[in-house]
């Protein structure tokens, strides 16, 4: 067993890019045995980064902290969590899956569509499997999406939003910053899942390389781009952003024909592909 004495870093990152790369969860089985996933990128944040709270004061106070979600989680463990961190990863969906979505116009390819489904259940696959990696190791770890605490809450200033946020989570761990279309675009793109856990394991922080939260983003940072605004079949998009109440009405008719896609979640994507961000953090023009 691997242990978390030198380096746990990299003894995590190794883990979760060798189960990422082995596992048969991280295959298209309904279509050419492909991945959903391509490599993944890890990031590291300290639970106590005050950007928590600063995400928590701007959604609403249903939102966790990592500090709260393990002191919810584990109760018996009376301690104030000096050492805790989050762990954060993206992972890059397939370039075929990509590819096959570039050519859709109202609703997602079918590969999208499995990738929302299948590619999310193995994604939650990935969030189980490290949780137990850490904690068999003896530190107290969970995933926030994965517990009974999780929820999705109305608020009356951002919509329907869960009390915990895997792209904000990411956004502090170092891994890339938010768009017009309010994706998250990180050094492997907008086109991704992502997803965390939360542990009493004391990590080092991955480095933020942004100044602003949406620095990789053309639109906020040159004035240019816009090309999600035109790929949204909805018009959810638009130069003041994204309104996720157009969005989720797109979202429900998809939702309509998830027989027909054979996946219970189709989802969309389509402002995710076809667009400069799709795989890479756009060069800005000077």
């Not at 116009?105 to 990738?115: E, F, I, L, M, V």
């Not at 992502?194 to 906020?220: A, E, H, I, M, W």
Request: glycine share 6%.
């Amino acid at each position: 067993m691997a242990a978390l004495t030198e380096n746990p870093e990299k003894t995590i990152t190794d883990e979760i890019e060798r189960f990422v790369s082995e596992s048969p969860g991280n295959r298209q089985s309904k279509i050419d045995g492909s991945p959903y996933f391509e490599t993944p990128l890890v990031g590291y944040a300290d639970a106590h980064d005050p950007l928590f709270k600063e995400i928590k004061k701007s959604i609403g106070d249903f939102y966790l902290t990592p500090i709260e979600i393990l002191k919810q989680s584990f109760p018996e463990h009376n301690t104030a969590w000096v050492g805790a961190s989050v762990i954060s990863w993206v992972l890059p969906i397939y370039k075929s899956i990509r590819k096959s979505n570039r050519k859709e116009s109202r609703h997602p390819s079918r590969a999208w569509a499995y990738t929302r489904t299948y590619g999310e259940e193995f994604n939650n696959m990935l969030r189980s499997h490290i949780a137990a990696f850490i904690n068999d190791r003896g530190f107290p770890t969970a995933a926030p999406s994965l517990m009974p605490l999780f929820s999705v809450c109305p608020t009356e200033t951002v919509g329907f939003t869960s009390n915990w946020s895997e792209r904000h989570a990411a956004y502090v761990a170092g891994l890339g910053t938010f768009s017009l279309s309010r994706g998250l675009i990180t050094r492997k793109g907008i086109a991704m899942r992502c997803g965390s856990v939360v542990t009493g394991l004391k990590l080092t922080p991955t480095p933020r390389v942004y100044q602003d939260y949406r620095q990789n983003c053309l639109f906020y940072n040159s004035g240019t781009c816009g090309k999600c605004i035109a790929r949204c079949p909805a018009g959810a998009i638009s130069k003041d952003g994204h309104n996720k109440d157009i969005c989720m009405a797109h979202l429900m008719e998809i939702m309509v024909m998830a027989d027909s896609y054979d996946a219970a979640i189709p989802g969309c994507g389509l402002c995710q592909t076809a667009v400069p961000c799709e795989a890479e953090i756009p060069v800005k023009v000077e």
